[in-house]
């Protein structure tokens, strides 16, 4: 189907056919809030993910077009920022923020759904429907009559 892509370690592959060199992917660290104990006053685990849709230059126009349609109230300046805080360590962050923005990612440029063809009920089904509807219809009916 498509070329294999070398890939090198700290490269994010979002799909066989689209991997993002790591010099597109720029980190970012700060102070994550929560628990943490003493360290949590000086480490910095907190990581954040950028990359730049607009000067990507592995993406096609057709890609970017996707992402810009499906993830553009999250895109500062043409800007997609993911970021990671939940877990203690920085490099677990890091792994997390790498696998939210490939999901994301991955989601974005995927193709749209195949339209639906719009099908009749077959003539068995719309008798079956019928048959109930008048067995309801007749219990129904029956319940307020008494012989007394």
Do not use: C, H
């Not at 057709?62 to 992402?67: D, F, G, S, V, W």
């Amino acid at each position: 189907m498509g070329q294999a892509v070398p890939v090198a370690e700290d490269d994010l592959v979002i799909r066989d056919s689209l991997v993002i060199p790591a010099s597109e992917l720029d980190w970012r660290f700060s102070r994550s809030s929560g628990p943490g104990g003493q360290s949590v006053n000086t480490s910095d685990s907190r990581a954040s993910l950028r990359f730049n849709v607009e000067e990507s230059r592995v993406l096609t126009d057709l890609q970017r077009k996707r992402i810009n349609e499906r993830l553009g109230d999250r895109l500062a300046d043409g800007v997609l920022t993911v970021t990671a805080s939940e877990e203690r360590s920085q490099y677990l962050n890091r792994q997390q923020a790498r696998r939210r923005l490939a999901a994301l990612l991955a989601a974005a440029v995927a193709p749209p759904p195949r339209r639906r063809r719009a099908t009749k009920p077959s003539r068995a089904s719309i008798e079956r429907r019928l048959t109930n509807k008048r067995r309801r219809s007749e219990l129904k009916r029956n319940r307020g009559q008494r012989d007394d």
